[in-house]
């Protein structure tokens, strides 16, 4: 390491470990702030918006789901029971059945 890169490093570790901060990133945290204030207002946090209405609130493990017609009502107490997060699901396929599959997604 050459001298003038050596300099350069002993001050920026110097102006970190004393808490300083250059010009160009003074406004660093003002804008993480405002970026995180967005991201704050929830459904349990903010009362006057839901999110999920209805039959969308799920938890199968807790209750599984009922009068399909009538969607908007909940079938569960949402206080009380967590919702459900979306899986995504995976699929092996072995033997003969895999030719049929390449096939058919080659054709598409």
Known sequence: M??????AFYFIM?????G???DENSNDEKILKEQQSDTTSTSE???KHRYFIGKDYSNIYQKDI???QDYKTDSVIRTLVPRMLWHDEALAVF???TRDVARYFIQR
Do not use: P, W, Y
């Not at 050459?2 to 300099?7: L, P």
């Not at 110097?14 to 004393?18: H, L, W």
């Open 20 to 22: 300083e901060k250059d």
């Open 95 to 97: 033997g003969q059945t």
């Open 2 to 7: 050459n001298a003038s890169v050596q300099a």
């Open 45 to 47: 946090t903010d009362r």
């Open 14 to 18: 110097r102006s970190i470990a004393k």
């Open 66 to 68: 009922t009068e399909v």
